[in-house]
């Protein structure tokens, strides 16, 4: 019964902020919002890590399944894509740099707090 607990309740938070997306008319995707709502009750403890870690961890070893359909939905619009190449390569770039340098600068002061 224990993973059909876990998985009751991540697909009740998923569903839960695709309901509330849908509902508000949100441009936030419901399951980014389900997350949310997740972390939230996990960091408040309404549920417990243990109750939802193993299938979890099972979504996230199956994960590059789930990047089928969006690759193939990339191929539809390649001209498009074709088009923009230098606006989406310059985008892709700058965003690239600033997570990079937010990334390091994060560890750097994590890495300051142990000493």
Known sequence: MKPYRGLAIIFGF?????????TLDLPIPGSVLGMLY?????????VKLDWVESEAELFVKNMSIMFVPPGVGIMVYISLLKSQ?????????ISFLITLLITAKTVELLRRGEE
């Open 38 to 46: 997740l972390l939230t009750a996990l960091l408040g403890g309404a």
């Open 14 to 22: 998923y569903a839960l902020g695709e309901f509330t997306s849908s």
């Open 85 to 93: 190449a230098v606006p989406i390569f310059g985008a892709l770039t």
